[in-house]
């Protein structure tokens, strides 16, 4: 099937081609002709399948053959919102409209916190076409009434599922309340959880849905392999793994913020260019590093999983788990940066005795085992005990002496499991604070993220 055959206009699909892309993944292809019939969408789709491209393209079809007459001097209104959870996916996002949209003319923009109003409300005025915004910050522009968002046509939630794990529902009821009833909806999501199927209910009108193959089912071009190794050698070994295989572009997961630093400052000590990448890093400094990091000029890029989601970086050669996720799918998100688009990756991760219970629930999900494989010179001490893994100030899971499995690793009675021990809110990461309690959405900055998440990413 080619794109022409999907009826996507001529500006379009000369976009399309000059992105180097020859045929539509399958999640275009089922999703681009369910747009442009109309109704509303729920799609089961990952990052790195092509999602943004399946909701983008058939937008900008749509937007284009049926903007509305204007009078001159009105300014244009803002006809499609995409919402994202963070700052980088929603830049990301609407980098992509730009890419596909460049011969049309329509005009987007991206909105979230963490930077001035003013530039955005000027922008604004100047008049928007398509929204790409984090709902805090596009919630903090309707109170202030800098945006007006009653025109809105069409509506995506992209990465649905991550949106509420971030505590985004309450913002996203309210981005509901002020849209138009009347409108196409579109719901991307990783995941369909209860929640997610509750969510759709509300938002969607008997939408077509469609869903392609999970990764972590299908990622065969991705070698996995743990590296069994004690807690206190990890950072030896990854230095000694980056240098004696000469890695270059390593995306290394931890996963806190303050581990990730700590591991930068070791990495650069060793003389390996590192950088983090997390929520209390600027705008600008994400911003940068990301660029220093594709262009190959940074080795190692140290990032959480919060902060990693939507970085859109193809076809890694090497994405290594300093630290295994508490939260099971978050090791298929991690490790699809890698070996993209058919492209060879290789996922490496450092295990230590902690983390054996986290290492079952992976591999439980992924339905297969991981080799292991121990590193002369590494080899773990058979004699240590587990330590308890602290996942936020106040969060600590596992305890000593209690065994699953191969090696002993928290239980005792503390939750070990991803879904007994992560908290519902709050990012998976933090301690299990209800964001917004009291006073519903959070107020403030508008950081495209409720405060709970602030600083845990
Ligand atoms: P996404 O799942 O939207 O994050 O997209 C993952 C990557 O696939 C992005 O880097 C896109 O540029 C790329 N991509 C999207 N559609 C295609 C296509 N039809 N052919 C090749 N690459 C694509």
Redesign the pocket.
């Known amino acids: 099937m080619s794109?022409e055959s999907l009826g996507l206009a001529e500006p379009i699909l000369k976009a399309?081609a000059e992105?180097?892309?020859?045929?539509?993944?399958p999640i275009?292809k089922q999703a681009i002709p369910a747009v442009l019939n109309g109704g509303d969408l729920l799609a089961g789709?990952?990052?790195?399948?092509?999602?943004?491209?399946?909701f983008t393209l058939p937008l900008l079809h749509q937007l284009a053959a049926s903007a509305p007459p204007r009078a001159p001097n009105t300014k244009r209104p803002v006809r499609a919102l995409i919402l994202t959870p963070t700052r980088e996916l929603a830049a990301?996002v609407e980098e992509?409209v730009r890419t596909y949209g460049k011969y049309l003319p329509l005009k987007s923009m991206v909105m979230f916190g963490g930077v001035g109003m003013n530039p955005q409300i000027d922008a604004l005025r100047r008049g928007v076409d398509i929204l790409v915004a984090t709902p805090g910050r596009l919630l903090d522009h309707h109170q202030q009434g800098t945006v007006d968002l009653s025109q809105i046509e069409y509506f995506v939630l992209d990465e649905a599922d991550r949106m509420l794990d971030m505590g985004f529902i309450h913002d996203i009821k309210r981005v509901l309340a002020i849209v138009p009833a009347k409108k196409q909806s579109l719901l991307f999501s990783a995941t369909f959880s209860d929640d997610i199927k509750a969510l759709a209910q509300r938002l969607l009108n008997q939408p077509k849905v469609i869903e392609v193959a999970r990764r972590n089912a299908t990622a065969d071009t991705i070698a996995q392999k743990i590296h069994p190794v004690d807690r206190d050698k990890k950072k030896e070994l990854l230095t000694h793994l980056i240098q004696s295989q000469n890695w270059h572009q390593v995306l290394v997961f931890t996963r806190m913020k303050h581990g990730a630093n700590r591991l930068v400052e070791y990495l650069v000590k060793q003389g390996v260019t590192a950088m983090a990448i997390h929520g209390n890093k600027s705008q600008s400094a994400r911003t940068r590093a990301l660029a220093d990091f594709k262009s190959g000029a940074l080795q190692v890029l140290v990032a959480t999983d919060i902060a990693a989601r939507g970085i859109?970086i193809?076809q890694l050669p090497h994405v290594v788990n300093f630290e295994l996720p508490n939260v099971p799918e978050d090791y298929v998100h991690r490790i699809g940066r890698t070996g993209?688009?058919g492209a060879e990756g290789e996922a490496v991760s450092l295990v230590c005795i902690d983390e054996e219970g986290f290492l079952a629930d992976i591999e439980k999900l992924i339905k297969r085992q991981i080799p292991r494989e121990v590193v002369a010179g590494f080899e773990p001490d058979p004699h240590a005990k587990p330590e308890p893994i602290q996942l936020g100030r106040r969060m600590l899971i596992g305890a000593p002496g209690a065994g699953k499995g191969k090696g002993p690793t928290g239980g005792g009675g503390a939750p070990r499991h991803a879904n007994q021990g992560r908290p519902r809110q709050g990012g998976g990461h933090a301690a299990p604070r209800k964001p917004g309690s009291g006073n519903g959405r959070p107020g403030g900055g508008g950081q495209g993220r409720p405060p709970s998440n602030r600083g845990k990413n």
Do not use: E, L, V
């Open positions: 794109f399309i992105a180097g892309y020859t045929s539509p993944t275009q789709a990952q990052t790195g399948t092509g999602k943004t491209a399946g990301q992509s859109d193809d993209r688009a």
